[in-house]
């Protein structure tokens, strides 16, 4: 069993939200600058809108929040999302037996009391050539163990070698001071998680992921997961940057548009965040917030 791990807990939370502040004030230079090319002459960069999330218990009681941060229509990102939330209580009879399937937590029904605290991103741009991008960090606490989760990956629909390149180099020499074999371990993982069964196909074209890690070690797992969180912008930015600038034609737009179709098949039907944050009764639109605006099938 667990202690309630109360300073680790506030710990993980502040990051994740010192991590949103980080990317949120980089998406928006990146509207700033976006003096070439297509919607360059845009009325005004874009901007994030931001809402409180709060969630209540069955019996009324405060089960914790969050901030859901979405920037739509702007230069350079068409929708892009940055959630981050803390949220507690007890797990409902579905969200339990899934654990204790998957975790192996016996003692779950006798004290199903849980605790979560994460950051989510998902970002679809407006230029074909730039690739959408997924990204999210969380801890997990119950009384019977606790673990963090969480990753990054890209998901071009035009896709360019160097560019899949640089975002698994960052990531690798981001994991390597944690030891050789995360960034191959972490690696496969995400190959392996982000993979459509029906379409017998990756989504994207792979980055990093892990779940339920947990080596007893607070702190080194949890240095392990900032870093997989500090990867994030000098691996995707710089693509950005080098893509925005590019014109595209309608049939990369719909290229594009049908690339998205997968991004939205696979969170419905397999992304296990979408699945918990229904089940425990988050707010919808913040856990619904990585579908694209657009998409279309063949």
């Given at each position: 069993m667990t202690t309630d791990f109360d300073t680790e807990k506030a710990t993980a939370s502040a990051w994740?939200?010192?991590?949103?502040d980080r990317i949120v004030a980089a998406f928006e230079a990146l509207?700033?600058?976006?003096?070439e090319g297509p919607l360059s002459d845009a009325a005004a960069p874009g901007r994030f809108e931001v809402s409180e999330t709060r969630r209540a218990?069955?019996?009324g009681s405060d089960a914790g929040g969050g901030l859901m941060s979405v920037m739509r229509g702007g230069r350079v990102f068409e929708k892009v999302g940055v959630n981050v939330s803390t949220v507690y209580g007890q797990l409902g009879e579905r969200a339990?037996?899934?654990?204790?399937?998957?975790?192996?937590?016996?003692?779950?029904?006798d004290d199903p009391r849980f605790w979560a605290s994460g950051i989510s991103l998902v970002a679809h741009m407006q230029n074909p050539h730039v690739p959408a991008v997924h990204m999210n960090t969380r801890m997990f606490w119950t009384p019977h163990a606790w673990w963090f989760g969480g990753g990054s990956d890209l998901n071009p629909c035009i896709e360019y070698d160097e560019d899949t390149a640089h975002f698994h180099g960052v990531q690798k020499a981001h994991l390597d001071p944690h030891g050789a074999a995360h960034y191959p371990r972490l690696k496969d993982?995400?190959?392996?998680?982000?993979?459509?069964?029906h379409r017998h196909?990756?989504?994207?074209?792979?980055?990093?992921?892990?779940?339920?890690?947990?080596?007893?070690?607070w702190p080194a797992d949890f240095a392990l997961t900032q870093d997989i969180g500090r990867a994030f912008v000098p691996a995707f930015v710089p693509l950005v940057e080098k893509r925005r600038g590019q014109s595209f034609t309608e049939a990369d737009r719909d290229t594009q548009l049908i690339h998205r179709?997968?991004?939205?098949?696979?969170?419905?039907v397999y992304d296990r965040g979408t699945k918990f944050g229904l089940e425990t009764g988050h707010d919808a639109n913040a856990v619904l917030?990585?579908?694209p605006p657009l998409a279309k099938w063949p």
């Open positions: 994740f939200r010192t991590l949103r509207e700033d600058s976006h003096g218990s069955d019996d339990q037996a899934a654990m204790m399937a998957r975790k192996g937590l016996p003692g779950m029904k993982w995400a190959d392996e998680y982000f993979y459509i069964p196909r990756a989504r994207g074209v792979g980055g990093i992921f892990m779940d339920d890690y947990c080596t007893d070690d179709g997968l991004y939205a098949e696979y969170n419905l917030m990585s579908l």
